[in-house]
């Protein structure tokens, strides 16, 4: 079923969409005093529930934040937070249409040192740091930065399946980690929810990955081309209810989301929620319809 702002947005087109909902976050943003740097720290520790060491993975939208500093500002407070046995993860694929139709054109070769990341601003400014690893997956690749950030990305690119037990989606839980949205839902933005198909493969209820195996062409952090095997979303997965399904199932203590400053947040314990979802589509209840 589609949302009604898919709806519009459908109705609109994307760029006269997008230039609407722009607007519509400044004048958002003039009711709420924005966060100061300090505040939006106190924020970070206090209702998002990060501390010093953990591994957070964030999805974002610099665009919808209510802050008053820069974004280069809130990586810096991320890292801080979490301090320097911390982790700081971001997606950071580089394209924004289906992952099938990229990797059926060969001309298309992702270069983990240069090709910029679609996700967002502050998924790019993490990229650009020279502390950062970056995943070598050819469609799902995850940037890293922090005490287990290569520890964390570097298996991504030995399976064919994007969000299995060895990619940086899964393998936050290995350190605890917590998944959180700045300025993002989990219904738009939560990619974690793939690991539980990806594991369970052909016992998992609905078909959401290609039984072909692709071939993407990557160039790594020497230069060297490789060829990663992967395997594409299949189109199942575009009849789904995340927000429903999250809503009739899904607890606070599994995943939370919350409005603040006219801005939306989220923060997922990745064990909890990884354990409720494999629990719910062992018995046949999933996002898709």
Known sequence: MKSFFQTIRNYLGNDLYSKIRFYGYKLLHGVYRPFSPDKFKQFLKEELEIKRSDTVFVHSSAQKLNINFSPHKVIEILQEVVGPEGT??????????RAEEYLENRQNVFNVKKSPTVMGLLPELARRKKDSFRSLHPTSSVV???KNAEQLINHHHLSDYPCDRNSPFYRIMDYQGKIIGLGEKPENSLSFIHCVEDELKDSFPVKTRTDKIYEGRVM????KE???KTRAAHKNIQRRDIKGFFKKYIKKEECRAFRKKGT???VADSEKLYAKLKNLGLKGKTVYY
């Open 220 to 223: 790594d952090w020497s230069g």
């Open 226 to 228: 490789i060829k990663v």
């Open 144 to 146: 890293a930065i922090g």
């Open 264 to 266: 939306w947040f989220f």
């Open 88 to 97: 700081v993860a971001f997606p950071c694929w580089h394209f924004n249409y």
